[in-house]
Nanobody, 119 residues
């Protein structure tokens, strides 16, 4: 079992910034990332980090966040961050942290955190 605890959400005005944190109960490994789900829409991948031993980390960003959102990690604290800049109302959603060791392995989710972009 892996526990994921998200923090950092809230209400922000259009054009503003937020930083989400996902603290994991184990070291960051495999695939770890952020998804989001807006009301009435399917959950979608926002960004992910792939970490494989002896290989450089790889990041992936959805087209709708490229140039605005950035992943980073604090390995000592087993925490993945999502820096979100230039937020727009369409970024409003519940954001979920997710991790799994490899495709087909058990997948773990955080409880979700609300991000609301509104004036």
């Amino acid at each position: 079992q892996v526990q994921l605890v998200e923090s950092g959400g809230g209400l922000v005005q259009p054009g503003g910034s937020l930083r989400l944190s996902c603290a994991a109960s184990r070291s960051i490994a495999g695939i770890m990332g952020w998804w989001r789900q807006a009301p009435g829409k399917q959950r979608e991948l926002v960004a992910s980090l792939t970490r494989i031993t002896n290989r450089a980390d790889k990041t992936h960003y959805a087209d709708f966040v490229k140039g605005r959102f950035t992943l980073s990690a604090d390995n000592a604290k087993n925490t993945l961050f999502l820096q979100m800049n230039s937020l727009q109302p369409e970024d409003t959603a519940v954001y979920y942290c997710n991790t799994y060791a490899f495709p087909g392995a058990p997948s773990y989710w955080g409880q979700g955190i609300q991000v609301t972009v509104s004036s």
